[in-house]
């Protein structure tokens, strides 16, 4: 078995750390209701989840993963989904089993810095974070409209390194979709990814992370830390 000694890991939020799909798909929904539009339900909105609430607002909107709607509808729609998620980002989103166990371990190693990196918008995240108590876990929180671009480009996962002084080639992601895998070798970083995440019903596997893990207690085998 492989074992990685990284000095730093930054984990991504929606996927990863939190099943926020009920609160998503909710507010996607209701949005599309508001709108005199059908619903399309839980199952549709979970492989629509992972590139941040503009897209997923256009994949609502047109029922497609690759979908873009009227400019005039989704610059209706954008502003309900915002107002719904605002208020409901936590009714219904649990941390997956594993997490707080993961986090937990993680901390208790002394050389490793912890950071966050997402690609949801601050507004979102930060709350979010807070509602499940694992917002104080983290050095660093880079969200979706931190910097001017988001993962799958690097800059995210580059700007913490610089931020906490620690090299890439010693720096893990912790991610759940394709784009937490480019991210992360795009920076050099080594990528492990959750079985059980949100990458648009394609098993992340096809996408070659260095390792895929069901739980993140799993962390405790594969990290010599």
């Known amino acids: 078995m492989t074992t990685y000694s990284p000095t730093m890991v930054l984990i991504d939020v929606d996927g990863t750390l939190v099943d926020s799909v009920p609160d998503l798909a909710y507010c996607v929904d209701q949005m599309l209701i508001k709108l005199g539009m059908e619903p399309h339900g839980e199952a549709a909105v979970r492989n629509w989840v992972g590139n941040g609430v503009v897209r997923l607002v256009e994949r609502g909107l047109t029922n497609d ?107 893990m992601m912790l991610g759940d979709s394709k784009s937490d895998v480019k991210a992360a070798r795009a920076a050099g970083f080594s990528i492990i990814c959750m079985s059980y995440g949100y990458n648009h019903g394609v098993d992340i596997r096809n996408y070659d992370p260095d390792e895929v893990i069901d739980s993140m207690t799993e962390l405790t085998d594969l990290l010599d830390i």
Do not use: W
């Not at 936590?90 to 937990?104: F, I, N, Q």
């Not at 001017?148 to 995210?156: A, F, Q, S």
């Open 65 to 171: 993963l690759d979908g873009h709607p009227d400019k005039e509808l989704f610059d209706k729609a954008m502003p309900i989904f915002n107002d719904l998620y605002s208020v409901h980002h936590s009714d219904r989103s649990t941390l997956y089993p594993g997490v707080k166990e993961g986090l937990e371990f993680l901390q208790s190693a002394k050389n490793i810095r912890i950071g966050c990196v997402t690609n949801k918008a601050e507004a979102f995240t930060i709350p979010i974070l807070k509602a499940l108590g694992i917002h104080d876990e983290f050095e660093i929180i880079v969200c979706g409209d931190t910097l001017e671009k988001k993962k799958p480009d690097p800059m995210p996962l580059l700007h913490a390194c610089e931020k906490l002084d620690v090299l890439p080639e010693d720096s």
